[in-house]
């Protein structure tokens, strides 16, 4: 699937962010640990959330859709413990299946996660913690498998920070035998809105503070009603497509405390903002500056916003650093914005001790491998046909093309709509000309 885009006007308007991905499909899978149904609210229209529904239909539970925004799931009717290959690679919801079907069942297979080519994602951190809990664990070639009649309380640190790796052990503590203690704990946005979900269904579950998580196991949770929280990476997409085309974007349904790293560097670089309640205008207001960014785990700049920054980045007047720190392979959108003539310049940079810095294993790197880039701007940015691996890459290439003055075409556009319901539409409505292309077999590959 592909689009082209018609670049070079600035973006202006009104724009309402989504549901948070991130967190619906997850509330998704904890909604199966319940003995009655459950109801989410502003759930994105993404494949993510789709390839879920779907799963869970297939393992004999329901996961209906009564409006476009709502889901009900009800895990009733729940009757295998084995998750088929070919059903959930594309996402990271294996790891998260794994838990309520082997609460429900004592036992559970699943295939290895799969999710964007952005570098590995570990599962030793949440295995050693399942373990620690008394399951055994099996990797069997492609899949996964785990068994426990019960699982029981422990004391855990994860060795580094773990996104998923939390949000597992917070669905497997939810129901153990006594008390679990979660330290070096994930203490991401979405994750405080998986355990505000899981109190509603019955969960026992506080931080005593930031890094430290407690949760106290119950017999049984019940189901509940939660809204999704925003998806704070759109909201970032939007401010950022208002940067990199000199223009001025209204985003409403923003939590500003979960954007906070991203309004400091706002400030940094010299672009307009403001935060009123829940709306966050963005706006162009002269040339910008060059900054210094390292990614960092919550609350510190976010790894999926440095490929959404970056081709803001190239308008900058100096030389701009994103020092890449979560994920050891995540510019391959740098190679595409360098064939939109974007000056970018990949290096290691010396690190006195990588295991402290680096949150990715270090066994996972490679030589071939680079963690940072130099962007020298002002480049004038010009149209071509590039292709996307991942989500935030693809947006980033997106962003690029509706800066560059001409058409250009965005090929793999499948891996944006796994994490954006209609981001195309959305942009559109700010001003973007963007058409849908047809597929090879002459079909519209959506609506116009």
Not at 256 to 262: E, Y
Request: with cysteine; net charge neutral.
């Amino acid at each position: 699937m592909r689009w082209k885009v018609r670049g070079g006007r600035p973006l202006s308007g009104r724009v309402r962010v989504s549901g948070a991905k991130n967190t619906a499909f997850k509330a998704m899978i904890a909604a199966l640990l319940a003995d009655g149904p459950s109801v989410l609210e502003n759930v994105p229209d993404v494949e993510d959330v789709r390839i879920v529904a779907r799963t869970i239909e297939r393992l004999g539970g329901r996961a209906m859709r009564s409006d476009p925004t709502t889901w009900i799931i009800d895990p009733r009717s729940l009757q295998d413990a084995h998750v088929r290959a070919g059903s959930v690679e594309r996402t990271r919801a294996s790891p998260l299946l794994l838990i309520p079907l082997l609460v429900r069942f004592g036992e559970a297979s699943v295939p290895q996660p799969g999710g964007d080519p952005i570098g590995r994602r570990p599962l030793d951190r949440l295995l050693a913690g399942l373990e620690a809990m008394g399951a055994r664990v099996d990797e069997c070639g492609e899949h996964l498998r785990v068994r426990a009649k019960q699982l029981r309380g422990a004391r855990y640190r994860f060795p580094k920070n773990t996104h998923t790796g939390t949000e597992a052990m917070l669905l497997a503590a939810a129901c153990a035998r006594g008390e679990t203690i979660l330290e070096n704990a994930a203490e991401e946005p979405e994750v405080d809105d998986l355990i505000t979900f899981l109190t509603a269904m019955g969960a026992r579950i506080h931080r005593p503070d930031r890094r430290t998580i407690r949760i106290e196991g119950v017999s049984r949770l019940h189901g509940a009603r939660h809204r999704v929280l925003p998806d704070r990476n759109e909201a970032v997409t939007f401010a950022c497509a208002a940067l990199v085309t000199g223009g001025d974007v209204e985003i409403e349904d923003v939590r500003p405390a979960d954007v906070r790293a991203f309004l400091t560097v706002l400030e940094e670089i010299g672009a307009g903002f403001a935060c009123v309640g829940t709306r966050w205008r963005v706006w162009s207001q002269g040339p910008l500056r060059p900054v210094f960014l390292r990614t960092a785990p919550h609350p510190g700049f976010m790894t999926d916003w440095q490929p959404l920054i970056a081709p803001a980045l190239t308008q900058a007047h100096g030389v701009s650093v994103i020092h890449e720190t979560v994920f050891e392979d995540r510019f391959h959108y740098a190679r595409e914005l360098q064939r939109m003539g974007a000056r970018i310049e990949f290096f290691n940079p010396p690190v006195e001790d990588p295991d402290a810095v680096y949150n990715f294993n270090l066994e996972d790197d490679r030589p071939e491998f680079f963690h940072a880039i130099r962007i020298f701007g002002p480049t004038p940015l010009r149209p071509a046909t590039v292709r996307t691996t991942d989500i935030r890459g693809g947006a980033a290439l997106l962003l690029a093309a509706l800066a560059a003055r001409g058409e250009s075409v965005i090929e793999g556009v499948e891996h944006l709509e796994r994490g954006y319901d209609r981001l195309d539409l959305a942009l559109r409505s700010l001003g973007a000309e963007i058409e849908r292309e047809k597929d090879e077999r002459g079909q519209a590959s959506a609506e116009r």
